[in-house]
């Protein structure tokens, strides 16, 4: 059950990097290291992705926020901004046995960036609402970007920009429904909002790998997989968001560190769609040519706004 | 499918009696010092020294009575108590006590029990011989208000014989089928009016009768002792002493149980129970003007192990064993007293306990269940890169440390208003419990890869370090109240009563579900299988109770006729049960079951048509349903609550008589009948037990200091079961006890 209840700014912020530069004990600085998709909405071309630190000011005697940044438009053109002073929301929920803190902004023109277009439709949730994935030995090790772990940004800058933020290695929950033929024929289908898809990717060699945890397929199958892994993925950007997708491709199962192949588990097919604010994820297989699984879930607690 | 059992003869009465009923082989002595006992007895102490004056069920059974039943033990009485039912099986440390549909077989029990004012607060040291007993009472319905934790079903008060009463050597010997053998020796001295000791100690043997057909041995042979040393002394008019210091040693074998397919006893892996207890129990009671204050202090210590062929199966599948040691101290204190001529009576208490255990509890894995359990299920998974473990057995293995503390204050105040008693108490409660876990296994397994040629080469080799460690917390609050009316009806006719009362029943931790846990651990580890979460399926809640009861004592025919009735209803919050899991698990898990309900009724009747003839009856009926159950899987909503029997049913005639001429100066003759059933074994009643009785009889020959008795019981061979439960997937049963004939000879001189 989620729970929101309004903190004083001041208690509510207790993961703080720093005090701010100035004499005034009512103002914080956070920089925030994430990842930035910026789409060029004109010429319809890939979008440019690179680390971004943001620079969010904070003030709580005023309750409003600032962010700055610099994000790279082309591979010759930057653009730096910074925000107004923004109105924060601020919430702390109750997510799997803990509270987190949830700062929220939004805006419909927050500022002007350096190349004087304007920055438009503005949101932005620093969140510690994030679903990590469960240890496996040998998997790798899961990284936090920031002291408050996420910062879900997006807006348009001008006309022709749209900037989202993401984060590299990403795990998904939701709700797996897997349609397969029964003994007799028919079609059968299982539901399982156990299974997580955890997406890592290496963005340099564009390339992802897909682990999913807890994995059962079908009412009949005997025992869940604990992990699966899927190396190799296809990474690509477009337009409309990021997706992941591969075939013929033969899992591994971590076992006590060692990777072990498993034929039996052979994705047909792989396709994974994050698109939107980049916090959601579609995905559809195939597996050993009879289950077809279809995911829809996030990797973002996400609350609802009538709770801010 | 019903296990059924088949009626035996019909029960007969009829005898012939000549002199007074109830004798014992040796009277009592009157108590020349005037003590009174009764304030050394923690239950007179709480409730009216007069039972039946007391708006409570309750049994009391003598001496005398227990002696014709051939009664040492607890388990002795089942059935004799109305809907109080204490089934025989597996071993002396499954005590599982039932009453109007409450009870546990795991833990923290439901009724509690008090042994020479000692309160046992582990359940696993409930089943043991006591030698000369004086008197068993059992009260029915929550006592918690006055007794605490786990006496929601009722409190079972045992004394035994106190030197003050009775000097002089009891020596006791005896003998029955099955190799059956038992002896106990006592010693009772008074040395001064005011100072008196004994001590005393019993040994028992069984041969067993229940064969493994794997090597043919005897399963539940069992060797048994125990000493005694009780002293009472008046130190002064006001000031008495009574302490009783106990210790009990057990090596048995134990655990027949029968496989349903087969029909056979039969499995390869040894089981037994070994068992140490000491006990010693202070009381202390000052008398004032109108006042009175006692002080019962407690330590006890249990060392007991039991190890078990987990699968019951002639294949190697685990084995568990389950070491523990257990220490706990209690206080009590109570102070009483009475105002306004006796007509306002107050009683208050402080209780408080402390206990700490330390488990250890390895489940050995072997050869059958590596392969079927684990090497099956990850070859399934990953055919073309199978597995073959290092080893054909290795352990995984849980220690716990379970410290729990407990303190209470409680309150009882009655007033007498004519022909009306009106009674009110109540009790506040707090306790926390801690459970610290040490899981630790070091395996590990062989990957092969099959190559195209079908031949498997090594592939990997995977080690499995488990090494983990927990700390939970529990803390409980909670408040017992009581209520109560009682009215006196005209003539010395007897008393009708009304309660409402609180039961609680403490909560725990599912310690035996530890060894499945950490083998979904192992499976997780190699790829297969879900993480339990330790947290949730740890503990379990306690359980509350609501009791409702109207009843009534009675007496009539100038006392010949002694009848007691009762009607009662139990709501039931968070009942605790008993489960196997699904699927192939082994290890049992208390849960909450939601909502349950209790209802039934019990009368007892005594009757002395004429002298030296006794005509008892007892009866219980019991509807104990789920309100509310479902586990996830099933919806048990409406289904008979397992293990509580429908019915019990006690018949007895005793006949006494002293011939006027010859060596003999009393016989008695003793013909009684135990009815229990129907039970289901199950919650969703698929599996059940139907009634059956057993035929028990006795002849005693009472000489000047010495007594014979022949005895039997179950003469008819009824077949019954007293256990089913499944494990693994599969069913088993233990079977009652058959057919037994013995002597018993008592040789008193004082």
């Known amino acids: ?308 | 499918m019903a296990i059924s059992a088949k009626l035996p003869i019909i029960y007969v009465l009829f005898s012939a009696a000549i002199t007074a009923v109830g004798q014992s082989a040796v009277p009592l002595q009157p108590d020349s010092a005037g003590l009174q006992l009764s304030e050394l007895n923690v239950v007179a102490l709480k409730q009216d020294a007069r039972i039946r004056e007391d708006a409570v069920s309750a049994t009391v059974i003598g001496r005398a009575a227990l002696e014709e039943l051939n009664t040492v033990s607890l388990k002795g009485i089942s059935d004799v108590v109305p809907n109080l039912y204490i089934p025989d099986y597996g071993s002396r440390i499954t005590s599982s006590i039932y009453v109007r549909g409450l009870g546990a077989r795991m833990d923290h029990p439901a009724v509690g029990l008090n042994v020479d004012n000692v309160p046992y607060l582990n359940k696993n040291a409930y089943d043991f011989d006591i030698a000369d007993i004086e008197s068993v009472e059992m009260l029915r319905g929550p006592q918690s208000t006055l007794y605490g934790r786990n006496t929601m079903g009722g409190l079972i008060n045992v004394q035994t014989l106190s030197p003050m009463r009775w000097q002089g050597w009891r020596i006791m010997a005896e003998g029955g089928r099955g190799n059956d053998y038992r002896a106990s020796v006592g010693w009772y001295h008074k040395f001064t009016p005011g100072f008196a000791t004994s001590v005393s100690g019993n040994f028992s043997y069984l041969g067993g009768f229940f064969r493994n057909e794997n090597d043919g041995k005897l399963l539940d042979r069992e060797l048994a002792g125990g000493v005694r040393w009780k002293t009472n002394w008046r130190i002064s008019d006001r000031v008495y002493l009574q302490n009783v210091l106990a210790g009990s040693l057990l090596r048995q074998g134990g655990y027949p149980y029968e496989y349903i397919e087969t029909g056979e006893i039969n499995y390869n892996d040894t089981c037994f129970y070994r068992r140490f207890t000491v006990n010693d129990g202070l009381s202390l009671t000052y008398r004032g003007d109108g006042w009175s204050l006692v002080s019962i202090t407690t330590l006890q210590h249990i060392d007991d192990n039991m190890t078990l062929d987990q699968d019951f199966l002639p294949l190697s599948y685990f084995t568990l064993t389950q070491k523990q040691r257990e220490t706990a101290l209690t206080e009590d204190v109570v102070v009483k007293g009475t105002r306004n001529e006796g007509k306002y009576k107050w009683l208050a208490g402080f209780f408080g306990f402390f206990k700490h255990l330390d488990m250890n509890a390895p489940v050995t894995f072997k050869d059958t269940g590596i392969k079927s359990l684990i090497e099956t299920h990850r070859n399934n998974a990953n055919p073309d890169y199978p597995i073959v473990w290092d080893s054909r057995e290795f352990p995984l293995n849980s220690d716990f440390t379970i410290p729990t503390f407990g303190i209470a204050l409680y309150h009882e105040s009655k007033y007498d208003a004519g022909r009306w008693h009106f009674a009110g108490g109540v009790r506040l409660d707090y306790e926390q419990a801690r459970l610290k876990y040490h899981s630790h296994c070091d395996t590990g397994y062989q990957i092969l890869s099959r190559q195209p040629s079908g031949v498997f080469h090594s592939y990997d080799h995977v080690d499995i370090k488990i090494d983990d460690t927990g700390d939970f917390h529990r803390r409980y609050f909670t408040w017992m109240p009581k209520a109560s009316v009682l009215y006196d009806l005209p003539s010395d006719l007897g008393n009708v009563y009304a309660t409402v009362t609180k039961g609680y029943k403490s909560g725990g931790f599912n310690t035996q579900m530890f060894s499945e846990v950490l083998q979904q651990r192992l499976m997780h580890i190699m790829g297969i299988g879900k993480q339990y979460d330790v947290n949730s399926v740890v503990g379990y809640k306690p359980e509350y109770s609501w009791n409702y009861e109207i009843g009534t004592h009675l007496s009539f025919a100038e006392g010949k006729v002694q009848a007691e009735m009762s009607l009662f209803y139990i709501d039931c919050r968070d009942q605790q049960l008993t489960m196997f899991p699904e699927g192939t698990t082994t290890g049992r898990i208390m849960t909450n079951a939601g909502k349950t309900r209790s209802a039934g009724g019990e009368i007892s009747v005594k009757y002395i048509p004429v002298d030296g003839l006794l005509l008892n009856a007892a009866y219980g009926y019991t509807d104990a349903r789920f309100r509310e159950f479902n586990d996830g899987l099933h919806d048990y909503r409406g289904k008979v609550i397992p293990y509580v029997p429908r019915n019990t049913l006690f018949l007895q005639s005793v006949f006494t008589c002293s011939p006027r001429t010859g060596v003999i100066e009393h016989w008695t003759f003793d013909v009684n009948m135990k009815g229990t059933g129907k039970i289901y074994w199950n919650e969703d009643n698929t599996r059940w037990q139907d009634f059956y009785v057993q035929l028990g009889a006795s002849v005693s020959a009472e000489f000047k200091n010495i007594g014979i008795q022949l005895w039997g019981k179950n003469l008819t061979g009824t077949r019954y079961h007293t256990f089913y439960f499944m494990s693994m997937g599969n069913e088993f049963v233990q079977r009652g006890k058959p057919w037994q004939i013995g002597a018993t000879l008592r040789f008193n001189i004082n």
């Open chain 1, 1 to 308: 059950m989620k729970k929101l209840i309004f903190a004083a700014a001041g208690a509510a912020l207790v993961s703080l990097a720093s005090c701010s530069d100035n004499n005034s004990v009512s103002t914080m600085s956070i920089p925030v290291t994430t990842y930035s998709m910026i789409t060029n909405l004109v010429d319809g071309g890939d979008p440019v992705v690179a680390g971004t630190l943001y620079k969010f000011n904070l003030d709580m005697m005023t309750g409003t926020a600032t962010v700055g940044g610099e994000l790279p438009l082309s591979t010759d053109n930057k653009v730096t901004f910074v925000t107004n002073n923004l109105t924060c929301a601020i919430g702390t929920y109750t997510f799997e046995e803990s509270y987190r803190e949830v700062i929220k902004m939004e805006s419909m023109k927050a500022g002007t960036a350096s190349n004087k277009e304007d920055l438009i439709n503005f949101k932005c949730d620093l969140t510690q609402l994030a679903y990590f994935p469960k240890e496996i030995q040998g998997l790798p090790e899961f990284s936090y970007p920031t002291y408050l772990r996420y910062a879900v940004m997006n807006f348009n800058l001008g006309q022709n920009y749209l900037v989202r933020t993401f984060w590299p290695d990403m795990t998904f929950r939701g709700t797996t429904t897997t349609s397969y033929p029964a003994s007799d024929g028919s079609l059968k289908t299982f539901t399982n909002k156990d299974v997580q898809y955890r997406i890592v990717m290496n963005l340099k060699e564009k390339k992802a790998t897909v682990i999913l945890y807890d994995v059962k397929l079908a009412e009949e199958m005997p025992q869940t997989i604990s992990n699966i892994v899927l190396s190799n993925l296809d990474l690509g950007f477009s337009s409309s968001g990021i997706y992941v997708s591969g075939s013929n491709v033969v899992p591994s199962v971590y076992e006590g560190g060692v990777a072990t192949p498993n034929s039996k588990y052979t994705f047909d097919s792989f396709q994974c769609d994050m698109t939107g604010d980049l916090t959601t994820a579609t995905m559809r297989y195939k597996v050993a040519g009879s289950y077809s699984g279809h995911f829809s879930g996030s990797y973002i607690l996400k609350v609802a706004s009538n709770e801010d």
